[in-house]
């Protein structure tokens, strides 16, 4: 639970967690500061060859845990088609390790960029199925003990990753995504659900379908988590911060995505930042990874700041009971 700055008292009924790398350029000082803001966790993201300069997922990772030691630290997230799996189990088993336990590895599909997958020499098609298989085998690695591999993509015999990580059997995996095919993947084989680019209407259908799918199966969702992606900017004026989401929208995207801006991210004043994350949490969403919006560094540390000093204290918990089935009683 997300604790006020200078309080013991929980601040609404969710975490807070923000990106972590977009604008920055690795210095020190930009990941003291929001460790600094006593919030619940810092994620990395990352491609490997997307139009505009990005960095390396598990590299800022290994960032996040060598200069910090609080805070949760995750991937939002690890494109995990483009790596071999035994790749990222030994490299996540060891930052696992270097943390102290504090990781957890949020992973996607990809697709929007096919170059990346030419630069990997690793198909487009398909990924989905790579993906689960991809899950299957770094939980069977983070157990320390020699496995086989028997699926179609990675077939190997009495392989051992070894040391293995901090957490028993592994970090969590988190299924990030918007599709039918993610929310099955979340339903079955995650440990969390991680969506982006939602409204609040549209967040609290995937849930529904996630728990209803993971009850068709038998699955207890007992520690679960559900977080939600969503892009954020804190301005005096309404305006100034649709301008600022619509600016970052259209260096992302290459494309003019203004009329989203009010849909699927929070942007406006603090009070109107905080009714739209109120949304997120009425809708089923205990974790919001907030991407702060910036044309630079500065202003995107100080979109993170006023989310933990302004927004988040507004916050409250939960409005509405969550639905439960007779398979989640």
Same mark, same amino acid.
């Given at each position: 639970?997300?604790?006020?700055?200078?309080?013991?008292?929980?601040?609404?009924?969710?975490?807070?967690?923000?990106?972590?790398?977009?604008?920055?350029?690795?210095?020190?000082?930009?990941?003291?500061?929001?460790?600094?803001? %006593?919030?619940?966790?810092? @994620?990395?993201?990352? $491609?490997?060859?997307?139009?505009?300069?990005?960095?390396?997922?598990?590299?800022?990772?290994?960032?996040?845990?060598?200069?910090?030691?609080?805070?949760?630290?995750?991937?939002? !997230?690890?494109?995990?088609?483009?790596?071999?799996?035994?790749?990222?189990?030994?490299?996540?088993? &060891?930052?696992?390790?270097?943390?102290? %336990?504090?990781?957890?590895?949020?992973?996607?599909? %990809?697709?929007?960029?096919?170059?990346?997958?030419?630069?990997?020499?690793?198909?487009? &098609?398909?990924?989905? $199925?790579?993906?689960?298989?991809?899950?299957?085998?770094?939980?069977?690695?983070?157990?320390?003990?020699?496995?086989?591999?028997?699926?179609? $993509?990675?077939? #190997?015999?009495?392989?051992?990753?070894?040391?293995?990580?901090?957490?028993?059997?592994?970090?969590?995996?988190?299924?990030? %995504?918007?599709?039918?095919?993610?929310?099955?993947?979340?339903?079955?084989?995650?440990?969390?659900?991680?969506?982006?680019?939602?409204?609040?209407?549209?967040?609290?259908?995937?849930?529904?379908?996630?728990?209803?799918?993971?009850?068709?199966?038998?699955?207890?969702?007992?520690?679960?988590? @559900?977080?939600?992606?969503? #892009?954020?900017?804190?301005?005096?004026?309404?305006?100034?911060?649709?301008?600022?989401?619509?600016?970052?929208?259209?260096?992302?995207?290459?494309?003019?995505?203004?009329?989203?801006?009010?849909?699927?991210?929070?942007?406006?004043?603090?009070?109107? !930042?905080?009714?739209?994350?109120?949304?997120?949490?009425?809708?089923?969403?205990? $974790?919001?990874?907030?991407?702060? &919006?910036?044309?630079?560094?500065?202003?995107?540390?100080?979109?993170?700041?006023?989310?933990?000093?302004?927004?988040?204290?507004?916050?409250?918990?939960?409005?509405?009971?969550?639905?439960?089935?007779?398979?989640?009683?």
């Amino acid at each position: 639970m997300r604790r006020t700055a200078g309080t013991d008292a929980p601040a609404g009924g969710i975490e807070q967690g923000v990106l972590f790398g977009f604008n920055a350029r690795g210095e020190k000082e930009e990941i003291q500061r929001l460790d600094n803001l %006593g919030i619940d966790s810092l @994620w990395a993201s990352g $491609h490997i060859a997307a139009p505009l300069p990005t960095p390396e997922a598990l590299v800022t990772l290994g960032l996040l845990a060598a200069l910090t030691d609080r805070p949760r630290i995750g991937t939002a !997230v690890l494109l995990l088609p483009l790596y071999p799996p035994a790749i990222v189990a030994k490299q996540v088993a &060891a930052i696992d390790r270097v943390s102290g %336990g504090r990781v957890t590895l949020g992973v996607g599909v %990809g697709g929007e960029y096919p170059q990346e997958f030419d630069a990997c020499g690793v198909p487009v &098609a398909g990924r989905g $199925h790579r993906v689960d298989e991809q899950i299957r085998v770094l939980r069977d690695l983070w157990t320390g003990e020699k496995v086989d591999g028997a699926g179609p $993509h990675y077939p #190997f015999r009495g392989i051992r990753i070894s040391p293995s990580p901090a957490q028993p059997g592994g970090p969590p995996i988190a299924i990030a %995504g918007t599709k039918a095919p993610a929310m099955r993947r979340a339903a079955t084989l995650g440990n969390g659900w991680m969506p982006y680019l939602l409204s609040a209407d549209r967040y609290a259908q995937t849930v529904r379908t996630v728990r209803e799918q993971a009850a068709a199966i038998g699955r207890d969702l007992d520690g679960f988590e @559900w977080f939600q992606f969503l #892009f954020v900017s804190v301005a005096d004026r309404t305006e100034d911060a649709y301008e600022e989401m619509a600016r970052m929208f259209g260096s992302v995207w290459s494309r003019d995505l203004r009329g989203l801006v009010e849909r699927v991210t929070a942007a406006g004043t603090p009070e109107q !930042v905080a009714t739209r994350v109120q949304a997120y949490v009425d809708a089923g969403a205990r $974790h919001v990874i907030f991407q702060p &919006a910036g044309d630079d560094v500065t202003a995107s540390l100080r979109n993170a700041e006023r989310v933990a000093r302004e927004v988040l204290p507004l916050v409250t918990a939960p409005k509405r009971v969550e639905a439960t089935s007779d398979a989640d009683r």
